[in-house]
């Protein structure tokens, strides 16, 4: 392997063969910085470490360990031949071997004995082609993501102003999208049956934002009565899921959008319960839509594991055993295997919002701004610290207006 350059592009050759090898690395050498591999399993191992830094493999079929079509097998379930490209090098260039590479993902195919020219222009045209298409897709990504950062800025404001309204910090908000986004992709994991992607998961999870918007049609003696609520009392309480839903079903211009189906379905069903004894509607099992049953859970878990103005706040112990011993309402049972899958991740999210300082999270926020490259969980966690930011913002100015 030579020396590495990381301002100048690096080109993975994948060959059992030292002197192709050698002949590839002299051929491109001086303008791409070389990272070579003898098999298909060192190849993989390589682009498991290195697959965001690589801008192409030359890789070559017929290798001992793993071959060629292997990689590009791996490569595909991976999903790095979706930003890698691949040209594949080789002495055979049937039509059966060209047609099972191209179906496999290679952008170019190079026959042996190598061609300096063919190798050079192959290699630039195919770096190039892929740069150009990932500046077009950063683009793209760029504009959808102000579209959503707009729409979500917008759902946020409404939301946290239900939330301080009630008293309280503007973090239920954000810990029920956690949540549900967390259950969501666990139940995924467990079960096909609801079949839902990932766009669902987006969209359940800002939709949740939204399920108790109704709270703003509740009186204030009521919201934050300190003391347990008459029945008088419980019944103006609980029509705050009916509110809700109907101020989404007046948005008549706005009935067919995905997001306000969903978020009516929240709205409306988030305290039905999976035995029929929830309201408003009385609704029973997969009667209650599942982004609806979700988020109901979610919301259980966070306010036991929350603060209130009538409760001190549990452990994340003691409400897993609550909400399991059928104390806070049932459940569907798959939902409740998967908080129980997921409770290290559910106690990591609850306690991260909990206990970090604004000192931690603001030299978190610089570390966003220093680094490019984040892990998902890094990621969210410095998207829990930055949103956590913000909603004390919106704390201390809903504070000001209360006084």
Not at 149 to 157: A, C, E, Q, R, T
Request: contains cysteine; glycine residues 4%; proline residues 2%.
């Amino acid at each position: 392997m030579s020396g590495v350059d990381k301002h100048r592009q690096k080109v993975l050759i994948v060959d059992d063969s030292e002197m192709n090898r050698n002949i590839l690395s002299e051929m491109l050498g001086d303008e791409y910085d070389i990272i070579e591999a003898e098999n298909g399993a060192e190849a993989v191992n390589i682009l498991r470490k290195e697959s965001v830094n690589i801008s192409l493999v030359l890789l070559d079929i017929v290798m001992p360990v793993m071959d060629g079509y292997g990689v590009l097998a791996v490569m595909n379930s991976r999903h790095w031949i979706d930003d890698v490209p691949v040209i594949m090098i080789s002495a055979d260039n049937s039509v059966s071997s060209m047609r099972r590479a191209y179906e496999l993902g290679i952008t170019e195919f190079i026959s042996r004995p190598f061609d300096a020219l063919i190798v050079r222009h192959r290699v630039v045209n195919t770096i190039m082609l892929y740069a150009k298409q990932k500046r077009l897709v950063g683009m793209v990504a760029d504009q959808i993501y102000e579209k959503e950062k707009d729409s979500s800025l917008m759902i946020n404001i409404l939301s946290h102003i239900v939330e301080f309204r009630n008293g309280e910090s503007g973090m239920h908000v954000l810990n029920v999208q956690m949540l549900t986004e967390i259950l969501l992709r666990q139940l995924v994991r467990q079960t096909d049956k609801y079949n839902i992607s990932k766009a669902d998961i987006s969209l359940i999870g800002k939709a949740s934002s939204l399920h108790d918007i109704g709270k703003i049609s509740v009186p204030d003696h009521i919201l934050n009565k300190p003391g347990r609520l008459t029945p008088e009392e419980f019944e103006i309480m609980k029509n705050h899921s009916v509110a809700g839903a109907s101020m989404l079903e007046e948005l008549t211009l706005y009935q067919d959008e995905p997001l306000v189906k969903i978020a009516y379905q929240i709205c409306r069903w988030h305290h039905e319960r999976y035995d029929g004894r929830g309201y408003p509607d009385g609704l029973k099992g997969e009667e209650i839509p599942i982004s609806a049953q979700i988020v109901a859970l979610a919301d259980v878990y966070d306010a036991l594991t929350s603060e209130r103005v009538y409760k001190k706040a549990f452990s994340h112990e003691k409400s897993m055993q609550m909400i399991m011993n059928g104390e806070c309402g049932c459940f569907n049972p798959i939902l409740l295997e998967c908080l129980q899958s997921a409770s290290e991740a559910i106690e990591k999210v609850k306690a991260h919002n909990s206990d970090e300082n604004e000192k931690q999270r603001e030299n978190l926020a610089l570390e966003l701004m220093q680094y490019e490259e984040l892990s998902a969980s890094e990621e969210t966690l410095r998207l829990l610290d930055y949103e956590r930011m913000k909603n004390d913002f919106f704390a201390s100015v809903s504070n000001e207006l209360h006084y």
